[in-house]
């Protein structure tokens, strides 16, 4: 069975910095994948990038990166240059080996200051 | 456009009745999901299905019933029997679990 922890419940974080969202990750599984979703307060789930366990570089798309550390069984999120628009729920997700669902963690509340 | 369509955007149910959340995608995406999400949670998977006809419960099944007659369909039923569905519903597809769309969810609430 695949387990997600997401141990920050909220973080609050000034316009224009960088910001780390932690996801740890359990599995047995050689091959899996490994999401980020970002989810505004009108419910919908966006999605913002992937990694799978094989892939040898840190996934990045435009301002997020994926901090893949696979002997920690960590995949922490990075955005860049923070927006007032990043505030939102961020939810990390895995889906296992022969698997097509997706088990997600507790997510974590990301409130950006101006 | 495609995409993932659920109706309505909200819902409210009496006691004792059951309701049936739509989903409707015309991505050609063999499997489709439905998840709840509590205030403040994650997402928790209900039932999924990977092909027309079939269907299989995921951690929270009981109070739920699905059917999948068509590839474009998968219509949740909160029946009765659950007995605290106030929650969002979303709903999902993916075709061999290499990438989710997910609807705009559905908002239950009893009264």
């Known amino acids: 069975a695949q387990k997600i922890t997401q141990t920050q419940p909220g973080m609050f974080v000034q316009e224009k910095e960088a910001v780390t969202l932690d996801c740890t990750y359990d599995?047995?599984?050689?091959?899996?994948?490994l999401f980020w979703y970002k989810q505004p307060s009108s419910g919908e789930m966006i999605f913002l990038i992937y990694?799978?366990?094989?892939?040898?570089q840190n996934a990045t798309e435009g301002r997020y990166s994926l901090n893949f550390q696979k002997a920690r069984k960590s995949a922490n999120l990075v955005i860049s240059a923070s927006q007032l628009g990043d505030s939102a729920m961020y939810f990390c997700?895995?889906?296992?080996?022969?698997?097509?669902?997706?088990?997600f963690g507790q997510g974590t509340r990301l409130t950006i200051n101006p | 456009d495609g995409g993932i369509t659920q109706s309505p955007k909200y819902l409210f149910r009496k006691e004792g009745q059951n309701v049936t959340l739509s989903c409707e995608q015309n991505?050609?995406?063999?499997?489709m999901y439905w998840y709840r999400q509590d205030p403040g949670q994650g997402l928790r998977l209900i039932y999924y299905s990977q092909i027309v006809n079939d269907f299989q419960k995921g951690d929270i099944a009981e109070g739920y019933s699905v059917s999948r007659e068509k590839k474009e369909s998968f219509p949740l039923t909160v029946t009765s029997a659950q007995k605290n569905p106030t929650a969002f519903y979303l709903c999902a597809s993916s075709m061999g679990g290499s990438g989710y769309t997910f609807g705009s969810g559905t908002r239950l609430t009893v009264v």
């Open positions: 990694q799978g366990s094989y892939d040898e």
């Open positions: 991505l050609n995406h063999d499997a």
């Open positions: 599995t047995s599984d050689q091959s899996y994948g």
């Open positions: 997700a895995m889906r296992g080996r022969g698997a097509q669902k997706l088990v």
